[in-house]
Every structure is written in structure tokens, then in C-alpha cells.
């Protein structure tokens, strides 16, 4: 059974999904489909070609589907689409994409975004991934999966930050950061593996060659992206997916060089 409060404003064309709750004087646009057993927040404010997936909960104030930051937008259809199981919580603005990056916004599944989160157009993230309040990410970032960002952390368009990668809290991100890694600092640089994340995710045996292939890479002792190329034919699938992300990166890595 839906429970839409008096107050709230559910424009024709929107279609909701059962046991969802409509909370007082939230808005819902006639272009939005919200799945099964989601909750939106008081003032919550959902608009444009969004479709929002099962069991979420949007908290109050949350403006989520508005047209986007950016100034080539000219009123084309664009989409913003968001998994099952996410928390998001209140101030949070998130984005469609547009028509220069594809024209959708995606967020999977299991993620958290705290109070005054910003997801701008045409970011990608993945599932499992945990935002802290005021992060705010540029158009065109992608997050892979289990990635922390701590609070007041920006990150510069187009930057992609690799699986169960950790940003620490008031950093500012303008490059490229691995899978597995720890970056901290304005600008942000690599100061190691994010080894709690691992611990709680990996067998000690995958750790014990991400360590390795780490410091093969970081070492100094040779060019990353010609170790990189190497470590690609590791068969641990982990390493190959380190190496693969560095092979990959367009923005370069956040890797402070050492001075020796």
C-alpha cells in the first residue's frame, strides 16, 4: 500500500511502485518511477527522467534529478538512475547526466551519501560505496566499488577512483586513484593501501600480492605504467585490476614521486 502525505505534490505521469511513502510536501515529477519499499523525506524534491529502484530511503530536503550544473545543457532528455538499497541523505543534489557524457547519471546499489552530498552530471558509481557529508563530486567522476570518500572532499572532473579505494576526509582529488589505495592531502596523493577496507573484504593471500604489486609500482625504481603493463599478466585477478586501472588512466595517477 503507497502512504502519500496530504501535502505532498505527486504529478501525474509518476508511477510508484508498492509500500512506498510519500512524505509531507515532497514533490514528485511526472517523468519519475520510484520502485517498491522506498521512503522520500519531507521536502524532498524529485523531478526530471529519474528512476529510483527498490528499498531506498531519500531523506528530507534531498533534491535529486534537477537539470544539471552545466552551462551546455539546453534542455535535451537526460536520465538519472539509482539502484536499490541506498541511503541518501538530507541536502543531498544529485544530477542527470548530459547530452556530452551520455546523458545519464547512474548509482547502483548499497551505497551511502550523507547530508550535503553533491553528485554532478554523467557520474558513475558503483555499489557498496560510502560518501561522507559534503563530498562533492565533479561531472564525469566514476567511483568503482566500495570506495569511501571522506567528508568536504572534492573531486575534479573526469577523475576515476578505483575499487574499495579510501579518499581521506578534506582532501582534494584531481587525479586518477588506484584500486586499493589511500589518498589524502590538497592535492591528494597516494599514502598507501587502504588495508582496512581490504581486511574486511579480501583473504590475506590477495592482500599479500596487492602489497607486493604496490610496491613494484611505487617504488620509483621504474616508470608505473611500464611495471603496470607487466603486473597485467598476473593471474590474480585483483593485481590484474590494479595494473589495468593504472594502464587505463587518462587523468594520470595521485602519486607523490619519491626523491631519491
Known amino acids: ?81 539509482i539502484g536499490n538499497n541506498n541511503k541518501i541523505r538530507e541536502f543531498t543534489l544529485i544530477n542527470p547526466g548530459t547530452e556530452g557524457g551520455g546523458s545519464i547519471t547512474r548509482i547502483g546499489n548499497n551505497n551511502l551519501l550523507m547530508g550535503y552530498v553533491h553528485i554532478a552530471h554523467d557520474v558513475i558509481i558503483k555499489d557498496n560505496c560510502i560518501l561522507a557529508n559534503a563530498a562533492t563530486l565533479a561531472g564525469h567522476v566514476e567511483l568503482g566499488n566500495g570506495v569511501v570518500v571522506g567528508g568536504l572532499t572534492p573531486i575534479h572532473q573526469f577523475v576515476k577512483v578505483g575499487d574499495m579505494a579510501m579518499v581521506a576526509g578534506a582532501s582534494a582529488v584531481s587525479q586518477d586513484v588506484p584500486p586499493y589505495c589511500l589518498v589524502e592531502g590538497n592535492r591528494a596523493k597516494l599514502r598507501g593501501l587502504n588495508l582496512t577496507g581490504l581486511r574486511r573484504n579480501m583473504q590475506s593471500e590477495d592482500i599479500n600480492k596487492i602489497k607486493s604489486a604496490y610496491r613494484e609500482l611505487f617504488s620509483g625504481e621504474a616508470p608505473i605504467k611500464e611495471v603496470a603493463q607487466r603486473l597485467a599478466a598476473e593471474s590474480n585477478i585483483s593485481v590484474q585490476n590494479l595494473a589495468n586501472f593504472i594502464l587505463s588512466s587518462t587523468r594520470g595517477i595521485a602519486y607523490q614521486k619519491s626523491n631519491k
Open 1 to 81: 500500500m503507497t502512504n502519500i502525505h496530504p501535502t505532498a505534490i505527486v504529478e501525474d505521469g509518476a508511477i510508484l511502485g508498492s509500500d512506498v511513502t510519500i512524505e509531507a510536501y515532497a514533490f514528485i515529477g511526472k517523468n519519475v518511477k520510484i520502485g517498491d519499499n522506498t521512503t522520500i523525506g519531507k521536502y524532498t524534491v524529485i523531478e526530471g527522467y529519474t528512476t529510483i529502484g527498490y528499498n531506498n530511503t531519500i531523506f528530507s530536503h534531498a533534491v535529486v534529478g534537477s537539470i544539471p550544473q552545466d552551462l551546455k545543457y539546453h534542455g535535451e532528455k537526460v536520465e538519472l538512475i
